[in-house]
């Protein structure tokens, strides 16, 4: 018989910060949190939006307690931040500026936190939105 272990559950990595409409040359980013006392392998993880979904971890990544991910479409953003946390430089589908859905997919397809965000929100001209509580709902603008 073959078993699947199940470590983490949904909002235990919670989508923190997202850059939707950067200004050139910054690329689109998504920051992850893992906001459980659990270390997380994100191996096999994806992102999609409201239309597509793509892999975008493709190697054992294990996020700890408290730590951060952040996955940005180029690396030019090393040449615009100094970024202390872990880093991938992966492709995902392409954020709309108007308003999208974002969702943290695991290795079995389980939704593991989504939101959806909307343009008045803030987040435009190279603002990124950002949850400023990791206890509030992704819901809340």
Do not use: C, H
């Not at 270390?39 to 409201?50: C, G, P, V």
């Amino acid at each position: 018989m073959n078993g699947v272990s199940i470590n983490e559950v949904r909002n235990d990595l919670i989508i923190n910060e997202i850059m939707y409409a950067p200004q050139s040359p910054e690329p689109e980013w998504i920051e992850i949190y893992n906001r459980s006392s659990k270390s997380i392998n994100l191996f096999n993880y994806k992102i999609a939006d409201a239309v597509d979904t793509q892999r975008v971890v493709t190697t054992n990544i294990i996020l700890q307690p408290e730590e951060f991910l952040v996955i940005a479409k180029d690396s030019i953003i090393f040449n615009l931040y100094q970024i202390s946390s872990k880093i991938l430089i992966r492709t995902f589908p392409s954020l709309n500026n108007s308003d999208d859905k974002i969702i943290l997919l695991d290795s079995l397809n389980r939704v593991i936190d989504s939101l959806q965000y909307f343009s008045r929100w803030g987040g435009s001209n190279g603002k990124s939105l950002e949850r400023i509580n990791s206890e509030n709902s992704a819901t809340d603008s």
